[in-house]
């Protein structure tokens, strides 16, 4: 069983940045493709960004350009850059994890999430 830790989220203006980490519990961490979800109040979860078991990464349109999801393989860990930060970013995010080189809703664990707020 995969336990997923996230940190880092607080209340920053918009244009700010933020940093998001995720540790995971797991032995065989490189082996399994990592991805970032948000949730805002009253949406539904959205698919920010995925980094594959081989290193490949996709964002969502609404992020390209100022967000960039990376790994430590030797900490297990994912982080998630997010920079010029706007009010529309506000949500609940949270981490997953997938054995294998892509995604399953099926397969997937999940970490509690952690929350970011934008705000003036």
């Known amino acids: 069983q995969v336990q997923l830790v996230e940190s880092g989220g607080g209340l920053v203006q918009p244009g700010g940045s933020l940093r998001l980490s995720c540790a995971a519990s797991?032995?065989?961490?490189?082996?399994?493709?990592m991805a970032w979800y948000r949730q805002a109040p009253g949406k539904r979860r959205e698919l920010v960004a995925i980094?594959?078991?081989?290193?490949?990464?996709n964002y969502a349109d609404s992020v390209k350009g100022r967000f960039t999801i990376s790994r430590d393989n030797a900490k297990n860990t994912v982080y998630l850059q997010m920079n010029s930060l706007k009010p529309e970013d506000t949500a609940v995010y949270y981490c997953?994890?997938?054995?294998?080189?892509?995604?399953?809703?099926?397969?997937?664990?999940w970490g509690q999430g952690t929350q970011v707020t934008v705000s003036s």
């Open positions: 997953s994890a997938t054995h294998g080189p892509g995604i399953d809703g099926t397969r997937a664990y």
């Open positions: 797991v032995s065989d961490f490189s082996f399994y493709t």
């Open positions: 980094i594959t078991n081989d290193g490949r990464t």
